[in-house]
């Protein structure tokens, strides 16, 4: 079977209605597998000598999440620098970026024939597309020039659809600019995720980045509220200028003042020259205030009067100066409750909020676990020089159904730990991450801690075993819940006490005193 005129036309016409990107990219490698019954296809964009998965077909879900530099994948490098259709041999020793990737792909199982179909635009490389299968002679059948046809064709639609989001960022910069700056899109911030919760911070970001409004992005702890900062800074007028980073809380509140408004020389013991605190570096550009719920109070009322009159003042002198900068505060806490309290200025709060970003829980982007899993395994490849890093279906599952209290962060550490313990593990350079690598288990298999409650969450001395003391009853509670929290990290003790929150040495001491048996 040749892929005819008819067939292109059909493709054509179905990548070029009215979907988004998202869709029409899946749709073109839908018809791609049908007609040319490969065993896997890929879309790939070209932007910064790496490969970036635009759509998938035939591979794991995590790849959609990875990024393939070219001079790591020859096979890549090669399509690259074509400049023309790519057939390689099915007895090539060039390395395949997909080995191992593709589902029900047995160990010794590797990929045979493979295809790579460049895609320009203005002779500019701006993709690719890959096409593998198992049987060496799978894509025979197909010419050369009806390969290319395929290419032509894809290349528009992805031409179209990233000139379509360059021109919606410049719209939005235009709406609050009369000298739009052209924002290069090797500049950009990548946020990864495709949940609409990520969709809809990432258009907000977009919309608020061209203004010169304040911005507190709101977050747990590890939702990536750094990278939303760097996003807003990039995609504005201030982009050629600093980016000032200050964390709040790793701020010791006796040079807490100094760090933020600078000192000038003999203002104070220990102060021995002239001194720019972070408002005078960031003159011009962004000070990214990280953990703002933690500034002490009488520097929120200082920071509130640069706010509003743009007035810097440091210690020691009593002139004063104009600087113009766009604050960037993140915190972790609810600073409404903060301010009840009595530990926030509520009018600093409102000079803050001009308008708040909420950074998402990965808890509640799930959807998004594949990708930036798919993302974190590929630089931990990188960083640890393996020739291969998959995940295999049951750690994905795994990483699926775990809560993840310490969001995006904790899935980082986690799989980077998990990496090493699996090449630590392996010795043929072909290295899978397992569920056994993992500190976690599945939330929903979590064993409940065990409990001295009763009926109604009441204290019954009868159900709380034979405890005839407090002395016994808090021994037993507390083997219990060992043996418990132990039994769900597979008998790992390191594991087990960093569950607990506790030193593994007190914790074997704990265990022996309560006669555990290890």
């Given at each position: 079977m040749t892929l005819s005129q008819t067939e292109l036309t059909r493709i054509a016409l179905d990548i070029t209605s009215g979907l988004s990107n998202r869709d029409r990219f899946s749709r073109l490698l839908d018809i791609i597998r049908q007609n040319l019954n490969c065993d896997a296809a890929a879309l790939l964009a070209f932007q910064g000598q790496q490969f970036t998965p635009l759509a998938i077909n035939g591979l794991n879900e995590d790849v959609l999440g990875r990024r393939f530099l070219v001079e790591e994948h020859p096979r890549l490098e090669a399509i690259a620098r074509a400049g023309d259709i790519v057939r390689f041999p099915s007895d090539s020793e060039l390395p395949d970026p997909y080995d191992g990737l593709i589902p029900n792909q047995g160990d010794e199982l590797k990929v045979h024939a493979c295809i790579g179909l460049p895609l320009y635009a203005n002779e500019r490389l701006i993709g690719a597309i890959t096409i593998d299968g198992f049987d060496p002679q799978q894509f025979d059948r197909f010419t050369n020039s009806?390969?290319?046809?395929?290419?032509?064709?894809?290349?528009?639609?992805?031409?179209?659809?990233?000139?379509?989001?360059?021109?919606?960022?410049?719209?939005?910069?235009?709406?609050?600019?009369?000298?739009?700056?052209?924002?290069?899109m090797t500049d950009d911030v990548e946020m990864i995720g495709q949940s609409a919760n990520m969709q809809a911070l990432t258009h907000e970001i977009n919309v608020v980045a061209s203004t010169?409004?304040?911005?507190?992005?709101?977050?747990?702890?590890?939702?990536?509220?750094?990278?939303?900062?760097?996003?807003?800074?990039?995609?504005?007028?201030?982009?050629?200028?600093?980016?000032?980073?200050?964390?709040?809380?790793?701020?010791?509140?006796?040079?807490?003042?100094?760090?933020?408004?600078?000192?000038v020389k003999g203002a104070f013991t220990g102060a021995i020259s002239h001194r720019s605190g972070k408002f005078e570096l960031a003159d011009k550009g962004t000070l990214f205030l990280d953990e703002i719920g933690e500034?002490?109070?009488?520097?929120?009322?200082?920071?509130?009067?640069?706010?509003?009159?743009?007035?810097?003042?440091?210690?020691?002198?009593?002139?004063?100066?104009?600087?113009?900068?766009?604050?960037?505060?993140?915190?972790?806490?609810?600073?409404k409750q903060e301010i009840l309290a009595g530990n926030f200025r509520a009018d600093l709060y409102h000079r803050l909020s001009v308008f708040p970003l909420l950074v998402p829980a990965l808890r509640d982007r799930g959807e998004d676990i594949s990708l930036l899993s798919g993302y974190f395994v590929e630089r931990c490849r990188q960083k640890l020089g393996i020739t291969s890093l998959t995940l295999t279906p049951a750690s994905l599952h795994l990483l699926k159904q775990y809560q993840w209290p310490g969001n995006v962060r904790e899935l980082e550490h986690a799989l980077h730990r998990a990496a090493v313990l699996a090449k630590a593990q392996t010795s043929d350079g072909l290295t899978k991450i397992h569920p056994q690598h993992f500190d976690i288990v599945e939330s929903n298999s979590l064993p409940q801690p065990p409990s001295l409650l009763g009926k109604n969450n009441k204290f019954s001395p009868n159900e709380a075993s034979e405890a005839t003391s407090l002395k016994r009853a808090t021994d037993e509670f507390q083997a219990n819940f060992i043996l418990h929290t132990l039994s769900g990290h597979n008998?790992?003790?390191?594991?087990?006490?960093?569950a607990l929150k506790v030193d593994p040495g007190n914790l074997h001491r704990l265990a022996k005193r309560l006669e555990i048996k290890r």
């Open positions: 009806e390969l290319r046809n395929l290419s032509a064709i894809a290349s528009v639609s992805l031409n179209n659809a990233l000139m379509i989001d360059k021109l919606e960022k410049l719209a939005l910069e235009s709406q609050n600019s009369d000298s739009v700056m052209n924002v290069s010169d409004l304040n911005v507190l992005i709101l977050g747990e702890t590890g939702t990536g509220k750094e990278l939303v900062a760097k996003a807003v800074h990039l995609g504005s007028e201030r982009k050629k200028s600093s980016l000032v980073y200050l964390n709040c809380a790793a701020l010791p509140e006796s040079i807490a003042e100094s760090e933020l408004f600078g000192h500034l002490p109070l009488n520097l929120q009322a200082k920071l509130l009067r640069v706010l509003q009159y743009g007035d810097l003042q440091k210690i020691g002198d009593d002139r004063s100066r104009k600087v113009d900068v766009r604050i960037i505060a993140a915190t972790n806490k609810d600073l008998g790992q003790w390191a594991a087990t006490a960093r």
